[in-house]
């Protein structure tokens, strides 16, 4: 089994084992047909009804679903790519979360209350939240590096931290919005059209800028890990920190560099959910990307190009997820066969050992001529 | 790692040793016996009746136990919690310690070992963690034991003392079978001796009708019998006489190139300017504890100088202290033009200090990279490793191929992941790469540990020629033979200080060993 297919393999098998999962628990709660059938609505929710389409339906019907798929998939990939950047140089980011509400509330401010061109205004205010995201993660950095303090404990307790200042505070206090007339607003002000991610697709779908900008991250992350002497760098801090130590590699700098770098992916995310499709900090972020973040990284084996395509499945069966309630099934079920996915892809180890199994037995039909390969278990 | 048609024969009562190169089998046969790997042909049977072994479970059933050369000991618990975990002594539904103390205390007694089961594990010496495994087997019934390379990382004394524990075993009636490659060390103790090469057993031999140097001729096999011995540090005395052969070549180092003819002088006085001078040096150890206390020592261009001591006695940190990566509390020094004050691993690097660490895995290499990014290791940033800020694959590639023919790393595949490659060749990727640098001032940490003859020989025969080269060379090592054969100058460490200090021409084995347990005597 070569390298690339011991990478990949695990993860789509987990992926339609999660499907199958789901598929069985909707045929045996409903039956088999409508699980069918809602597995169907869920594709065409999320693909777009091609079928319909070349039938001579509206474009919209293919260009809306296409839209909602692909905004969700770059808010994922983001997020994605914050935790498994993280992971390269050893450290778990579960802090995406935070550090996205702060993103997106820089980039609401800064959309919001800066008068600039579009040309400009976008682009400063994604950097705005880049660097809030950036600056919130290397909270849990420098008290890594410098304190010893667990990432995992302190990126939790800051997702907390941000929850309560900007959700529970600054958002219904000091930054909300000033109520025109009697209706009552909530979140920061509207931001300025000139701080809106430009749609791509005219007005019939919501994709926008955000998505190309996504993948622009996964592939510019992943040109930087295995292309780059810093990238190279950080991997050896994350595989083997004594070494790259003796190395003379500059193994705290990698560290904290990782881990902004994350925090800026994680903000970027909160930018994009702000500028292209919410046009202001909403009163609360609302659906968990952050927390999603961690289940595409690992689905994607923490390789950028790995995030982001996990990122584009899920994208595609989360915007479908809402077509299934058409058949009375439940909207939630895209999240369960995330779930469901980590869950499986959890268990890499026990996949890997489960398909050289199969390889071994299809290697013994042979006589065993062939000397004996033992590969050493890692323990 | 693979086997080909091996066989192998046990008897009741017996020390058998099984000998051979790394990659020659020995691990791989005795994880065959101990049920981790299965064999794809073959029959194995015990008592006359063919056994087949699913797991270690099944082994352990039948009475075999394994002493790895890594241990597997929990370190935060203590010698009994170790001992019972897996088949703890209850009382209702709860952990019996007591009884577990006991238990283990009347195991030790009885095969005469002196271990406290109420020691925390991390506490004790490698020796004593390594006594704890064989009680820990013998606790479940083993009859026969294996133990793979149970030397490598103990001291002299240690290993003295093991020998007699498994004479003592032997004594008792069980078997014991002993993996090594030291060949003297298997002589004194073995009642039969196995040879392995390449995945067969080729010999079996009495060791009253053997030689060392046949022994090793039959490891690394016909046609290169001569350089095989001359390679081989038996004694002292032996390797003096064969010249200290750099030239010679076993079957593992034929793409070498010749070695420079200057290599043989090696008893010549170090003329070269001084690249090391330390004084006074105190640093603190892992433990907390004061690890040098003051140690002195110079080091010339075109010198070996061999640091001998007990393990544990300051050789480790004092590596450390020079390649920058221990702080230096106290003394001073100049280290290649600068101070030795201050010194980080990058500024040795940059000042041209080369290092092959003690412990490789978590030091010298990245074993979840592939060879070639390996040999980029600490000079990544500079060409041909690198163009810019950019990884300049091409010239990576090409100089890891050169490397690896040049060093005779098998195989010699720089895309595969390090940790796939055999100890010895991952030994030789990190000599190749340190020296591939042209260091200034080597600084080598048990260079050999763990290696068979023909990697041994291939790295002493590298250190002679960085030394050729006008490197100075510093070269820790526990294995006194190995000190005696390369060194130019012996510094002797004893807790932190220099107990002695020797030219070559007064190097004296036991005067060494004396010093070594901190006899005092004037310095040299």
Redesign the interface.
Known sequence: MGERTRQVLPSVLSVLLALAVCWLTIALTRDADTATRAYLQMLWGGVGNWPAFLDGGSGTAVLRPLGEAAMKAALLTLTGLSVAVAFKVGLFNIGAQGQMIWGALAAALVGAHVSLPGVLHVPLALVAAAVAGAAWASIAGVLKLKRGVHEVISTIMLNWVAVSLVDNWLVIGPLRAVAEGASSITGTAEILPSAQLPRLLGESSRLNLGFPLALAAALGVWVWL?????G??T??VG??P?????????TLRRAGGAMALAGALAGLAGAVLVLGTEGRYPGSLGAPYGFDGIAIALIGNNHPLGAALAAAVFGVLRAGGTRMQLLGVHKSFPELIQGFALLFVAGRMVWLALLERRQKRAQ?QPP?T?????E?PRV | ????DASLDIRTGELLAVVGENGAGKS?LM?VLYGL?H???GTFQMDGKPVRFKSPRDAIAKGIGMVHQHFMLVPTLTVAENVVLGREPTKRGLLDLDRACDEVAATAKRFGFQLDPRARVDTLTVGSQQKVEIVKALHRGAQVLILDEPTAVLTPQESDELSQVMRGLVAQGRTVVLISHKLKEVLGVADRVAVMRR?RTVAEVRPSETTVSELAALMVGEGSRGAAMTGVPVTAGAVASTGLSGTGTTGAMETRPPAPSSIGASQEAATGPVVLEAKDLRATGENGRPALQGVSLTVRAGEIVGIAGVDGNGQRELAEVL?G?RKLEGGEGTLLGGPLAGL???????RGVG?V?EDR?????????TVE?NV???R??QPPF?RG???D?KGRRERTDQLLATYDVRPPDPTVALQALSGGNQQKVVVARELDADPKLLVVVQPTRGLDIGAVAQVHARLREAKARGAGVVMVSLDLEEVLALSDRVYVLYEGRVTGHFAREHLDERELGRRMLGAEGSHG
Do not use: C
């Open positions: 295995s292309r780059t002497r810093s190279y760098e991997r050896a595989l083997t004594e070494a790259a130590r003796a190395a003379g590699i500059p013994a065993a062939s000397q004996a390969q033992v050493v | 790692m693979s086997l080909e791989s994880n790997y064999p794809d042909a995945g390649t990566l980080t691993p990058a500024l040795a690097k940059a290092h660490p895995l978590a030091r010298a290499v990245v074993k979840a990279m990014e980029a290791l600490g990544h940033r690198a800020p950019w990884v694959f």
